[in-house]
């Protein structure tokens, strides 16, 4: 069949995805960086063309490229009314990412990710990790202890311990919004656990139900993570609200851009996130069209002939 864009890709050895972009980053000059909590704005004077840091330090910018969720930079910039988070607007889901590490040799053969549409799970994705780099889990000889069974339930006595691999891991991913709930009561969970959202127990129910894992499994690590911003969700409502937002703020020397900087479903991938910045640079200094922005629809046609995969001297 016909994989598409996707059907091969490239992946960091180490780091996951984030390796790609440290990468860049190590491209950049080094005193141009900042990052962490205090870097965080925290308003934005675009009359004045000043933004305030939680430190409390400002920055004066000619022209500002920000990746803030457009709902907040609206709020910042005194229109709340375009930033609600309705069906008719800026509607967006939440993410919750929850990742299993399991001990034994990784029963799926070299499968990369799947979907699940049935109701016998919470997840709709999930990601073989571990078949993504052979770093993405520890080495075989590392010894770990068992948490607890397949199904969440005690370790018995045979199975505590340190022990060794080799290791396989699972990322899920659930949906959140007003429009689909997501139990995250805590629950303790047995062996030596602990205590998590409701959800991570309800996936771990679901993976047995759909095949993935069996309760007999050894469950050797667990991550649960909750993204507020998951997905802008495209609505009916939502052009409207970019034609007005969007414009607006470049009126006042912001180009708010990126996956929820400019709410594009459709182009709020990683690719797009990089060129809807780069094409941004380009509009800041030359005046040149944004395509990703402006015509998603081209730009997702087009085929990237800068990258062919081929076997050596095949060409
Ligand atoms: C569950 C899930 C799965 C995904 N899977 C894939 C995939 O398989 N392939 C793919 O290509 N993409 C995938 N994506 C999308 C990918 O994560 C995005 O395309 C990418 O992260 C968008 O980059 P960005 O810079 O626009 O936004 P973000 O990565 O969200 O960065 C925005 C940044 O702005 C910062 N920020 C926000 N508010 C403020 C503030 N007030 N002050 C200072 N900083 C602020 C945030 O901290 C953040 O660092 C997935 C996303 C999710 C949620």
Known sequence: ??????????????????????????????????????????????????????????????????????????????????????????????????????????????????????????????????????????????????????????????????????????MFEVSESEKKFVKQDPVTLGGSAGTWPDVVRDTIQGAINTKLTDAGCEIVSIYHRRLFYGYPTPSVGRNDVLDEALPYLKNHNIWNRGRFGSWKYEVANQDHSCMLGVEAIDNIVSGAREMTLEYPDIVNKKKNMDLLYSKKGSL
């Open 1 to 170: 069949g016909n994989w598409g864009p996707n059907a091969i890709f490239r992946f960091p050895k180490e780091g996951g995805t984030g390796a790609i972009w440290k990468g860049v980053g190590k491209l950049l000059p080094k005193d141009k960086q900042s990052y962490g909590p205090n870097m965080e704005v925290v308003s934005v004077d675009k009359d004045g063309q000043i933004v305030t840091l939680k430190d409390g330090s400002k920055i004066k910018y000619k022209a500002l490229l920000s990746t803030i969720p457009l709902d907040i930079m609206c709020k910042f910039t005194g229109r709340p009314e375009l930033s609600h988070n309705t069906t008719d607007g800026l509607f967006h889901s939440s993410s919750h990412i929850i990742g299993l590490g399991i001990r034994g040799e990784c029963p799926h053969g070299l499968k990369c990710w799947l979907y699940f549409p049935e109701d016998n799970c919470p997840f709709y994705r999930v990601t073989i990790f571990s078949n993504y780099a052979e770093k993405n889990c520890p080495e075989s000889s590392k010894k770990l202890p068992t948490l607890c069974m397949g199904d969440g339930s005690d370790v018995p006595d045979n199975l505590k311990g340190d022990r060794e691999g080799p290791w396989w891991s699972l």
